[in-house]
């Protein structure tokens, strides 16, 4: 008896050995294999000139356009996390970043909220989150975006800070400065 659960055990762990090579990998879901998708490389935003740190692969779902990132080398906790008007990630004498311009807010609201409030920026998102070893991996639903056409040419952005989703105590959420940035293409 002894020794056919012995041979049973190595028989499984022979089969889980094969499974950790073909099936795992596969069975984990991937952005980049989708028809659809728009991949936007990031990039950490620097005095010394911009960093690339990875990519963003914006996907549609039933619930709202996906973001899935796939950065490294981030400062770790939330970050406050939006579409910013302007195809262009470079700095102006305001700062780094200052060129891709406010919230993207089509209809004029002038109101910083939350990803699911109609009267508020189209472009606020919900906070991308960076585990402690500087990685951002978990995905991000925004509710209010369908198509990826509509927000081509436009610039998505990390501030260093997190966001309360209203305009007080401070503005935009207060994420404060821009930390990476890429543009929607
Ligand atoms: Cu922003
Ligand atoms: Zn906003």
């Not at 935003?45 to 549609?60: D, F, H, M, P, R």
């Not at 973001?67 to 102006?92: E, R, V, W």
């Amino acid at each position: 008896m002894k020794k056919i659960l012995g041979i049973s055990i190595v028989l499984a762990s022979f089969a889980f050995a094969n499974m950790a090579k073909s099936d795992i990998n596969s069975d984990i879901y991937n952005p980049l294999l989708e028809d659809n998708k728009v991949v936007i490389k990031m990039d950490l935003l620097t005095n010394s000139g911009n960093k690339q740190i990875g990519e963003i692969i914006a996907v549609e779902s039933d619930y709202g356009i996906v973001f899935y990132p796939n950065l490294s080398g981030l400062d770790s906790g939330i970050h406050g996390f939006h579409i910013h008007q302007n195809a262009d990630c470079g700095a102006t004498d305001k700062g780094l970043g200052m060129k891709a311009g406010g919230h993207w807010d089509p209809q004029n609201t002038n109101n910083h909220s939350f990803p699911w409030n109609n009267s508020g920026h189209k472009g606020d998102l919900p906070a991308i989150y960076v585990d402690k070893d500087g990685n951002a991996n978990y995905p991000i639903l925004a509710p209010k975006l369908n198509k990826l056409d509509e927000i081509k040419n436009k610039a998505l952005m990390i501030h260093i800070g997190g966001d309360n989703h209203h305009d007080k105590p401070a503005a935009l959420g207060g994420g404060g400065a821009r930390m990476a940035c890429g543009v929607i293409k």
